[in-house]
T-cell receptor, first 110, second 113 residues
Framework: QQQVKQSPQSLIVQKGGISIINCAYE??????FPWYQQFPGKGPALLIA?????SEKKEGRFTISFNKSAKQFSLHIMDSQPGDSATYFC?????????FGSGTQLTVLP | ETGVTQTPRHLVMGMTNKKSLKCEQH?????MYWYKQSAKKPLELMFV???????ENNSVPSRFSPECPNSSHLFLHLHTLQPEDSALYLC????????????FGEGSWLTVV
């Protein structure tokens, strides 16, 4: 079964710190890796995404790092803010099907 | 406003009831999806429709019956559900079912009693 393994399950970071969430996959056919952000009571919203031919993508305070040989990718949130407190899901796409990680609940303390 | 609207937002139903969840997308997309989100589990894809045709059914029990009358509307008909079916049901859409951004609605919280 295609799987995407996400860690940690929960993360607590001080305001201004760096939040790092990691994902690993097994299927080398995955060809698109989005990250979604979900606030309580809301549906997931696309945050940032990367394709495997790129090693890093940055949008504002959010950066995806992609290591194709290790089959790993990670989300870095710089200068984390209390408003970033949410659940983050990594995902991977192959053959028109998006497989999600189990989610990371991020809490940024003021 | 996400562009994908789901109703009802909350639903409580008995195991012998029949109810339906409704989804409407205002984004001009051609693909629509139903996902199930349970506590501490990954989002589970249930069904995919592309240009009104069902292209994926991830071994979902027959007590869940989807309907896609057009590219803008998607229903999930519920019948004789079990308590373990209680979850957040998310509708989503994308331009097509290929490598495109998926946009989610805010979900319908279902409680089966």
């Amino acid at each position: 079964q295609q799987q995407v393994k996400q860690s940690p399950q929960s993360l607590i970071v001080q305001k201004g710190g760096i939040s790092i969430i990691n994902c690993a996959y097994e299927n080398t056919a995955f060809d698109y890796f989005p990250w979604y952000q979900q606030f309580p009571g809301k549906g997931p919203a696309l945050l940032i995404a990367i394709r495997p031919d790129v090693s890093e993508k940055k949008e504002g305070r959010f950066t995806i790092s992609f290591n194709k040989s290790a089959k790993q990718f990670s989300l870095h949130i710089m200068d984390s803010q209390p408003g970033d407190s949410a659940t983050y899901f990594c995902a991977a796409l192959v053959r028109r099907q998006l497989t999600f990680g189990s989610g990371t609940q991020l809490t940024v303390l003021p | 406003e996400t562009g994908v609207t789901q109703t009802p937002r909350h639903l409580v139903m008995g195991m012998t009831n029949k109810k339906s969840l409704k989804c409407e997308q205002h984004l001009g997309h051609n693909a629509m999806y139903w996902y199930k989100q349970s506590a501490k589990k990954p989002l589970e894809l249930m069904f995919v429709y592309n240009f009104k045709e069902q292209t994926e059914n991830n071994s979902v029990p027959s007590r869940f019956s989807p309907e896609c009358p057009n590219s803008s509307h998607l229903f999930l008909h519920l019948h004789t559900l079990q308590p373990e079916d209680s979850a957040l049901y998310l509708c989503a859409s994308s331009r097509d079912s290929g490598r495109n951004t998926i946009y989610f609605g805010e979900g319908s919280w279902l409680t089966v009693v």
